[in-house]
């Protein structure tokens, strides 16, 4: 890289610290220095071009992603120090009142929060947080629509790594956050066949072609349960939107990493049982922290998983759907190296439908990865919030 911030001395005044965004060399020397806690399945500069490369896609392409970083500012760029560093990502969300009408708004979803050992224990994330937290209420709140008012953020979110405490000490409270693991099963074991691409099995591979309208319809369903829920509760709803950019972003993601492990791409993103009206369908994606010799974490994580008609179908029905789509799955995670399937904080009706499919599982009440946490920037307390499809597609 060049630089040597070890010798940079950060100031002590609290004042003088800024939250900015970092030049394009700021940035490769955050991703440089993140390499090794996020990206050992990709060599070092195969890591640097993956972050390079994210920013190009739907979501985070035309301001779509934003980087911070806490600096000094009596330093020039690219000569003041990284004292601590994240990125927020632009998300369409909903908003459902108690009356059950529901708006249409933004949430950023906050990653990569990440201090250099040399600067830790100095409260510079905690600064950068705090700062941050302000900043978003209004960041990116114009409109993209020609003569309509400047869409609302409802809220940020981020996903905590390290325990439900001090994030929630700077206001982002902590929401449920369970998921259900499946062990990888071969095609041998489940009587599937994928090198055939799963022909003759009661559900259907999807792949990129299909989730156009597959997400259309879940945009509609969601906008549905999000003003049910309003309405039952007599509590505002919100819920970020699962719709193609989001979905891209993980999927593209994971192309990303599989062509330089692998060296080859996935043909199955997914898999959909029953007919039109009456499916349950299922996104996933494949990811990588150990690489295919440590794989412990390397995960298929189900991003989203529906049922489009929850009143018609018999739970029986969404019972054997659901089945085939994880047996699916689990094959997909023997194919491509992975430990397990997971899928995140599912609905009562999920819970039930997994209690009764007979397939062998584990529920995990996470306390220490991957919280899921709210800050609330509209009426009323983040308390009293419900987060309406809480799921791995929010995930960043």
Not at 193 to 213: C, F, N, S, T, V
Not at 360 to 384: D, N, P
């Amino acid at each position: 890289m060049g630089e040597n911030m070890g010798s940079t001395t950060p100031p002590s005044v609290p004042g003088t610290f800024i939250l900015t965004r970092p030049t394009d060399a700021e940035r490769r020397r955050t991703w440089s220095l993140t390499h090794p806690l996020w990206g050992p399945a990709l060599r070092h500069e195969d890591y640097v071009e993956r972050e390079v490369y994210l920013t190009t896609v739907p979501l985070a392409k035309e301001g779509g992603l934003s980087q911070w970083i806490l600096t000094d500012p009596s330093l020039p760029p690219n000569e003041r120090p990284i004292l601590s560093s994240c990125e927020t990502l632009r998300k369409r969300a909903i908003r459902a009142r108690p009356d059950g009408s529901v708006e249409d708004g933004i949430a950023h979803g906050i990653g990569a929060v990440f201090t250099d050992a040399q600067y830790r224990g100095r409260g510079y994330a905690n600064r950068l947080m705090r700062e941050l937290g302000l900043r978003l209420r209004t960041w990116q709140g114009e409109s993209k629509r020609r003569n309509s008012n400047p869409d609302e953020v409802f809220c940020s979110v981020l996903y905590s790594d390290i325990g439900k405490t001090f994030y929630a000490k700077l206001g982002w409270a902590p929401y449920p956050s369970s998921h259900v693991a499946f062990p990888p099963v071969s095609g041998a074991e489940s009587g599937l066949a994928p090198q055939d691409g799963y022909r003759g099995a009661k559900a259907r591979p999807i792949g990129y072609h299909e989730l156009a309208e597959l997400c259309c319809a879940d945009e509609r369903l969601l906008r549905e349960r999000v003003a049910r829920t309003a309405r039952e509760s007599g509590r505002t709803a919100v819920a970020l939107l699962p719709d193609l950019d989001q979905i891209l972003w993980h999927l593209m993601r994971e192309d990303y990493m599989m062509k330089r492990i692998f060296g080859r791409t996935p043909s199955v993103r997914g898999a959909v049982y029953g007919e039109k009206g009456r499916r349950v369908w299922a996104v996933w994606t494949r990811a990588y922290y150990g690489g295919l010799e440590k794989r412990e974490g390397n995960t298929l994580h189900l991003l989203r998983v529906v049922v489009e008609d929850e009143e018609g179908m018999e739970e029986r029905e969404v019972v054997e759907g659901f089945t085939e789509i994880v047996r699916i799955a689990q094959c997909e995670a023997t194919e491509w190296c992975l430990q397990e399937c997971q899928m995140w904080n599912p609905t009562g009706l999920l819970r039930r439908v997994v209690e009764g499919c007979g397939l062998e599982c584990a529920f995990v009440e996470r306390e220490g990865e991957s919280i899921a946490s709210l800050m609330w920037y509209g009426e009323g307390t983040t308390e009293g919030v419900e987060w309406v499809a809480n799921e791995k597609f929010g995930w960043c």
